[in-house]
């Protein structure tokens, strides 16, 4: 079994560390770990430690060796899924499997056809919620460099970073559309490769018409036409596989 991993602000540089805390509290009193176990730690920007655990005190503490530390190296393709506003919890689900599956970062995009609409404090709750599942599942995924989630884009802002990626790709599955599929992509050895999903209505002719002008192309994932929550995390998976981030 692997290591469990824990999120601190900072990677220790000494040889012993004290977890405490939230995280120290999941340590000793929902993991339960004793002396001899090992733990990895992470400031979830790359950074990582491993250490072993000396003592656990109280309910929540832990008191580590550190055994080694270092610094994971940003990937050679970033991958971004800007990601659609899906309704109730699915957008939680698409975070956390996305985030599992390897994507650097997810932006939530508020497209004409989505019924979900982040406005004012439920917006701000949303994104929060979206940023906390990325952490969890990063945790849970044994990650050490977690994705970003961005603030809610309006469709001229995905144009923007459409226009400064590498390779600018949009999700898209209509008969009258032609689109590549996404297996065969001539993808890029470095840089950024920017995923578009629309929400369950499709992606409209308009917003279409303006990624085109931002340089993004349609492309299709297969026969299948799979919900916008599980799109983004099939699609990452086709690219991180080619790209070589699965080897």
Not at 142 to 169: C, H, I, N, Y
Request: a neutral charge; aromatic letters at 4%.
């Amino acid at each position: 079994m692997t290591a469990p991993v824990f999120v601190v602000e900072e990677v220790p540089a000494g040889a012993e560390f004290v977890l405490d805390g939230p995280e120290g509290r999941h340590a000793v009193s929902v993991k339960r770990l004793n002396p001899g176990e090992q733990v990895v730690l992470t400031d979830g920007r790359g950074g990582w430690a491993e250490a072993v655990v000396k003592a656990a005190e109280g309910k929540d503490r832990l008191v580590l060796a550190v055994a080694a530390a270092g610094q994971e190296a940003e990937p050679g393709v970033r991958i971004t899924v800007v990601q659609a506003l899906p309704k109730g919890d699915r957008g939680e689900l698409a975070v956390e499997t996305m985030t599992e599956t390897g994507v650097d970062a997810i932006v939530p995009w508020q497209a004409s056809r989505c019924i979900t609409q982040w406005r004012g404090d439920r917006g701000a709750k949303s994104l929060a919620k979206w940023r906390a599942t990325a952490r969890e599942a990063g945790k849970q995924s044994r990650r050490v460099r977690f994705p970003e989630v961005a603030e809610a884009m309006s469709t001229k802002q995905v144009a923007a970073l459409l226009a400064g990626a590498d390779l600018a790709m949009v999700l898209h599955e209509d008969r009258d559309t032609p689109s590549q599929a996404l297996a065969t992509a001539e993808l890029p050895a470095s840089g950024s490769v920017v995923l578009v999903v629309g929400p369950e209505g499709g992606v409209s002719p308009e917003e279409l018409a303006v990624f085109a002008a931002a340089g993004a192309h349609p492309y299709r994932l297969g026969r299948s036409v799979l919900r916008t929550s599980t799109a983004g995390t099939a699609a990452a998976a086709v690219l991180l596989a080619r790209t070589g981030r699965w080897a």
